[in-house]
């Protein structure tokens, strides 16, 4: 027994010590160490949601800015190829009071065009008459008054600069509206207030006056109208007015930045279009965000130059500000009129 109880008392040290290690082994973190962990780990999400955060927002903003300026390319191109097919440009003298005609040109159009609203492009294009037309002439009795050896009849073509005002579907600051002024509707039925100025000598910076019965000028644009079995009036068909794009800016010229470029000027002999005073009195002063640049045509049979410029605006295509405009697009179109041409 003696000799067994030096070892007894050293397993007892042995067993006393492994349960002590055993305690601190299950006691785990103190309060401090746990909110140090929790402060540290919650800098390092701030961190990374701040970065996730601005990374998502710079790719909304390449991505708004690519598709608006994507959508300015296309109304660019569309408008660019419709104004070759042109046979004659209105540039700013002809757009407002010229010749024997009182008034701008709009004053004869749908007033639509003129609310909030300011016609930049208008030109004449020749169009194919509708099937319905087509299929009269093909009969035994042709409409009268109808050149069915033609098979079209010109078309007056207006691209306008249009604010967006009031909310409603349009997000943007402004857009550019298309309308077409045809001698005939789908359906084959003559347009109210059309006038086709190929029965006159193919005046068209007088339209809707032209020369009848040897006189130069017309005092009386319903005498013209029932000259050519027109319906008399105003054309009413302002609700064909279609949007071609939106998100186009609106900003005033003068507060625009030194590096926006020469905006609102034109090469020399061009003549920059819409007149200042169609911007005034159509509730878009000083806006340039869209206008032409077009050559004064020479003859009936002479070629016209045109030069469109057009900037776009992601504002209101999320978080932007008002001033959040895009470069400016530019492109220049040959009207190759064959008007009064002999062939070789």
Partial sequence: MAKRKPLFRLQRVWLASRQQQQQHS???????????????A????????????QLMGVDQRESAQSETQREMQMAMDYMATELR??????????????????????????PALTNNSVPVLAFWKQLPYPDAIRVACAGANPPVGVNCTNGSSYTLVIYSLARN???????????????????????????????NPGLYQNNFNTWPFGNVNGANTMTNIQEMQVATTRQPG???????IATLVDFVDDSDINALPNN????????????????????????????RSFYACVSPQQAIAGNQDTVIYL??????????????????????????????????
């Fill in 165 to 195: 005002v009031g909310g409603g579907v349009w997000q943007g600051k402004a857009r550019i509206t298309r309308y077409a002024l045809t001698e005939f509707n789908a359906t084959g039925a003559l347009t109210q207030g059309y006038v």
């Fill in 234 to 240: 105003i054309p009413n068909n302002g609700a064909s």
């Fill in 85 to 110: 097919d042109s046979v004659y440009v209105y540039t700013a003298q002809t757009l407002g009071p010229t010749g024997a005609r009182t008034g701008n040109l709009t004053d004869y159009l749908p």
């Fill in 26 to 40: 299950t006691k785990g973190f103190t309060l401090l160490e746990l909110l140090v962990v929790v402060v540290i």
């Fill in 311 to 344: 900037r776009g605006s992601v504002f209101g295509r999320g978080n932007f500000s008002a001033t959040s405009f895009l470069p400016t697009l530019e492109t220049r179109v040959l009207s190759r009129g064959v008007l009064g041409r002999i062939p070789n």
């Fill in 260 to 287: 926006a470029g020469q905006v609102g000027a034109c090469p020399a002999t061009y003549v920059l279009t819409p007149p200042d005073a169609m911007l005034n009195t159509g509730g878009l002063k000083d806006v």
């Fill in 42 to 53: 919650g800098g390092l999400v701030s961190g990374l949601m701040y970065i996730v955060v």
